[in-house]
């Protein structure tokens, strides 16, 4: 799996003209996943991506993780991730998972963070979507499971 995590202020995700998902301060992920994902690997990434700490503290340090500043997770699937840019003006697609191995695996990963008592909206898998961020910082980084 691999997840952009993005610190946000704000961000929701729209389809079709309705808004799906919304949160405040927190993260907005963007989620790939590969052929040989697992839920392994969703439970590496949700522990990973809740206990970040990427919040400043009192002294404007990055010491605080999602959890315990009591953030929001904007959860968006993104097979795109896995695009392979390396030839040609194409990407191609061939690892990214298909979308019935994908979906069960995004979906468990999202089950994952609320389990940890997280606030967790997605937008649709599958789906055209509007992702709105207000990037906070900006702080972006890419997480993987392998």
């Given at each position: ?84 840019c390396r030839k040609g003006r194409r990407p ?11 979906e069960g695996i995004y979906q468990k990963f ?33 997480i993987e499971s392998k």
């Open positions: 799996m691999r997840v952009v995590v993005q610190r946000s202020k704000e961000a929701s995700v729209t389809v079709d003209g309705a808004v799906v998902g919304q949160i405040t301060k927190g993260f907005v992920l963007l989620v790939g996943v590969t052929h040989d994902d697992t839920e392994a690997d969703a439970a590496f990434l949700a522990d990973k991506i809740a206990n970040l700490r990427v919040f400043e503290d009192e002294n404007g340090k990055m010491n605080h993780s999602l959890l315990d500043v009591e953030g929001e997770v904007l959860s968006v699937s993104q097979f795109t991730l896995y695009g392979d191609n697609f061939m690892e990214a998972a298909r979308p019935e191995h994908a999202n089950a994952l963070l609320l389990e940890k008592g997280l606030k967790v909206d997605t937008g649709t898998f599958g789906a055209m979507m509007d992702v709105q961020i207000v990037n906070d910082g900006p702080v972006t980084l890419i």
